[in-house]
């Protein structure tokens, strides 16, 4: 059974920075594309970044330059860093894993099998 356990979100300022974690358990990380969501109260649950099987990297576009995903196979584990934070990013983050997508990045909630808890992130302007 795959398990996606997330960490690192709290309530931060506008301008900060945080680190969420989503730790993989159950089966090979590397088998996986990774995807970080975020869903606000009243809105759809929208792609935030993915990462597929090879290292390559989708970004929607209010977040590109600000948010980076990176994955480290060795600890089963994807990372998103969140810098200068907007009181806009407000929402809970989740986690969410699929086997395949070696060459392309899935983006759409429903590509996905597996999905993490969610942590919540709130930005305080």
């Known amino acids: 059974q795959v398990q996606l356990v997330e960490s690192g979100g709290g309530l931060v300022q506008a301008g900060d920075s945080l680190r969420l974690s989503c730790t993989v358990s159950?089966?090979?990380?590397?088998?996986?594309?990774m995807g970080w969501f975020r869903q606000a109260p009243g809105t759809e649950r929208e792609c935030v970044a993915a990462?597929?099987?090879?290292?390559?990297?989708y970004y929607v576009d209010s977040v590109k330059g600000r948010f980076a995903i990176t994955r480290v196979n060795a600890k089963n584990t994807v990372y998103l860093a969140m810098n200068s934070l907007k009181a806009e990013d407000t929402a809970v983050y989740y986690c969410?894993?699929?086997?395949?997508?070696?060459?392309?990045?899935?983006?759409?909630?429903?590509?996905?099998?597996?999905w993490g808890q969610g942590t919540q992130v709130t930005v305080s302007s």
């Open positions: 159950g089966r090979a990380f590397s088998d996986y594309a």
């Open positions: 969410a894993a699929v086997s395949g997508f070696r060459f392309t990045a899935p983006i759409s909630p429903g590509q996905y099998n597996y």
């Open positions: 990462i597929n099987r090879s290292g390559g990297k």
